[in-house]
């Protein structure tokens, strides 16, 4: 057996998959400090080709202009990784990917960080790009460790996705 994707991702991707097959349903990806975990999982599920629409690994400023409709006006309001920030960048990919959910998280992986409660190792803001709807989720894991960091906010990513599936997630 595979060591990837890592243990505590595996159970969560298979459900989301499964359901994702199940309904034919899709998905794109927007990340940024998960590194690419998001889509490498999905990707590593024989018949992703029928669910996965894409991903873009938006964690430059430049790669944010180019792809992602990024523009000065976002550049002078940043703020740091914010709800609103990941809003936007997931409401943007999904427009552009036509896919049924778009996956989007920025947070602050670690070691270090900054001074601001968003920029303090281990949060995350995580968005589902929806027909439905923009579903909004934060999580702060309490860990500084950059690995650990990517494997949960990918984690809380697809836990967020499987809850907006199965319609447990809030508006």
Do not use: H
Request: proline fraction near 5%; include cysteine.
């Amino acid at each position: 057996m595979s060591d990837f994707p890592p243990q505590k991702i595996k159970s969560i991707l298979q459900e989301v998959t499964a359901l994702l097959k199940e309904r034919k349903e899709t998905v794109s990806i927007a990340e940024t400090c998960a590194g690419g975990l998001i889509s490498a999982a999905l990707l590593s599920i024989p018949g992703a080709s029928g669910f996965y629409k894409g991903g873009l690994m938006l964690y430059t400023l430049e790669s944010r202009v180019a792809f992602a409709g990024w523009t000065e006006a976002n550049t002078a309001a940043y703020e740091g990784p914010t709800p609103d920030v990941v809003t936007f960048l997931a409401t943007n990919v999904r427009g552009k990917l036509g896919s049924t959910y778009t996956i989007c998280e920025s947070g602050t992986a670690g070691p270090t960080g900054g001074n601001t409660p968003t920029r303090t190792p281990g949060y995350v803001a995580l968005v589902i790009s929806s027909e439905k709807g923009t579903f909004t989720r934060e999580v702060m894991t309490g860990s500084s460790d950059r690995g650990e960091n990517m494997v949960a906010f990918a984690t809380e990513a697809l836990t967020l996705l499987r809850d907006v599936i199965k319609g447990d997630a809030k508006l």
